[in-house]
Structures are given as C-alpha cells and as structure tokens.
C-alpha cells in the first residue's frame, strides 16, 4: 500500500506564506508524477501543481507566480512553497501521487487525506 501524509497547512494571514509537505512511501521506488490539489467550500477539487519525476512542472493559473512546487526524489517528498497568499487560496491541500502508467492515462493515483489552509486577517 502508498502512505501520502501531509503537513504544513494552517492559518496565515494574507500576504504570508506557507510551505507544504508531503511524504509518499510504498513499494514504489519512485512516483513519476506528484503533485498538490484543492478543494474549497462549495467548489470542486483542482489542480495546483504538479511536477514529474525529471522536474517538469505545471502550474494552475490562479498560482503561478505565487506557489513553487518541488521533490526530493530521494526521499519521495514533494513541497508545495506558497507565497503571497491569498484569501482565494483557503482550502484543504490534498497530495497527489502517481506511477507511470497512472499518469499517462490520467488516473488517480494515491491521495493523503488533506492540509488545511486557511488565509484570513
């Protein structure tokens, strides 16, 4: 079985930062896709970035500019740096992991169970 656990969330006010964590473990030597989502209140489950194994990234539009994804390949850790912060960014953060096969055909991978981010003054 894949472990995801994250860490990093909580509240900050806007204009603060953040940085995430996630651990992946398992079988898998190595995930060829991580990468971080977010649900808010009333709304659906999105994208905010991801990044492979090579270190190719992609970022939600809403972010880019603003949030640095990064991986420690070695240690199966993927880092979400959130800066400028936003009250628009108030979410869980849900990590994201994927095997090869996985992302090429879009599937869902394994998922931890979610950060709390809350931006408010």
């Known amino acids: 079985q894949v472990q995801v656990v994250e860490s990093g969330g909580g509240l900050v006010q806007p204009g603060g930062s953040l940085r995430l964590s996630c651990a992946a473990s398992g079988s898998i030597v190595r995930f060829y896709a991580m990468g971080w989502y977010r649900q808010a209140p009333g709304k659906q489950r999105e994208l905010v970035a991801d990044?492979?194994?090579?270190?190719?990234?992609n970022y939600a539009d809403s972010v880019k500019g603003r949030f640095t994804i990064s991986r420690d390949n070695g240690k199966n850790t993927v880092y979400l740096q959130m800066n400028s912060l936003k009250p628009e960014d108030t979410a869980v953060y849900y990590c994201?992991?994927?095997?090869?096969?996985?992302?090429?055909?879009?599937?869902?991978?394994?998922w931890g169970q979610g950060t709390q981010v809350t931006v408010s003054s």
């Open positions: 994201n992991v994927k095997v090869y096969s996985q992302y090429i055909r879009s599937a869902s991978g394994s």
């Open positions: 990044i492979t194994t090579g270190g190719t990234t």
